[in-house]
C-alpha cells in the first residue's frame, strides 16, 4: 500500500513497484488507507506530512487499535532525531527520507519484506515461557501472571528477542543490527525508548528486563 496525498509520488511509486513486480494499492490520505487496509496488505509506504490524519497518527491506529503488525516504511523529508524516534515509536520498520531515489525504495521494500517473512517463519507456533511471562509468538501476544498484554511490533519484536535468551546481554547496537538491519537513520535513544515502554507495560514483572551498564539488556526471570 502506498499512501501520499501528492499524486505525483503515488504514481511514481506505483509505476515503479508494479513493474518491479508488486501489487500496490493506492491511497491519498490515511483516512482512506484505513478504510482499505485489510490482511491481504503486506507492507506500506506511508508519508508523514498529510493533510488530516498524519502518517505518524495512522501508524499508531494501526498498531495499538488494529493489533497490527504489517510493516510501515515512512516517507518524509523531515530527518530530525526527534522525528526518527517518533517514527520508530510509532511503530515504523523503516525511514526513508525525501527526496528520494526509487532504487533505494525498491531495495528498501524488498528487505523489509524478506525480514518479516524470516521473523514470521522463525517464530511461527512458537511460545516463550520465562517465569511469571508466557509470550505467544505465533499470536503475537504478551500474558503477565495470565492475563493479556498488547505490545506493538517493534517492541514485541525486542522483548522477544531478549526472553529467547534469557541471561543473555544484548547491547544497543546488536539488538539495532538485528531488529533494524536496513534501517540506517535508528539511533540508541530508540531502543531506550522502546525499552522503557516495554518494562511499563511488565507490570510486577519489569524486574526481569535489566540494564547492565555499559554493556546493554537482558533479560532473566531471577529479579
Not at 508494479?18 to 501489487?23: F, I, S, T
Not at 503475537?140 to 526472553?163: H, N, Q, R, S, W
Not at 539488538?175 to 540508541?188: G, R, T
Request: aromatic share 6%.
Amino acid at each position: 500500500m502506498v499512501v501520499d496525498d501528492e499524486p505525483d509520488i503515488r504514481e511514481i511509486l506505483q509505476f515503479n513497484l508494479e513493474n518491479a513486480g508488486y501489487e500496490i494499492v493506492a491511497a491519498a490520505s490515511a483516512e482512506a488507507a484505513l478504510e482499505i487496509l485489510d490482511q491481504n496488505i503486506h507492507l506500506i509506504l506511508l508519508d508523514v506530512m498529510m493533510e488530516g490524519m498524519s502518517g505518524f497518527k495512522m501508524a499508531e491506529v494501526i498498531r495499538k487499535e488494529r493489533h497490527s503488525g504489517v510493516p510501515i516504511i515512512f516517507l518524509t523529508a523531515r530527518s530530525a532525531e526527534n522525528d526518527l524516534l517518533t517514527g520508530f515509536s510509532a511503530g515504523g520498520d523503516d525511514y526513508i527520507g525525501k527526496p528520494f531515489s526509487i532504487n533505494e525504495v525498491l531495495a528498501r521494500v524488498k528487505a523489509v519484506l524478506k525480514r518479516s517473512a524470516a521473523q514470521k517463519q522463525e517464530t511461527e507456533q512458537k511460545e516463550i515461557r520465562l517465569g511469571r511471562l508466557r509470550i505467544d509468538v505465533s499470536r503475537k501476544m504478551v500474558y503477565v501472571d495470565g492475563v493479556a498484554v498488547v505490545f506493538p511490533k517493534k517492541e514485541m519484536e525486542i522483548l522477544t528477542l531478549l526472553a529467547s535468551h534469557p541471561g543473555r546481554i544484548y547491547s544497543r547496537e546488536e539488538m539495532i543490527n538485528e531488529l533494524w538491519a536496513d534501517a540506517p537513520y535508528v539511533l540508541d535513544r530508540t531502543v531506550d525508548v522502546h525499552i522503557a515502554r516495554i518494562r511499563s507495560k511488565l507490570g510486577e514483572c519489569k524486574g526481569y528486563l535489566t540494564n547492565r551498564s555499559g554493556y546493554g539488556y537482558s533479560m532473566n526471570a531471577e529479579e
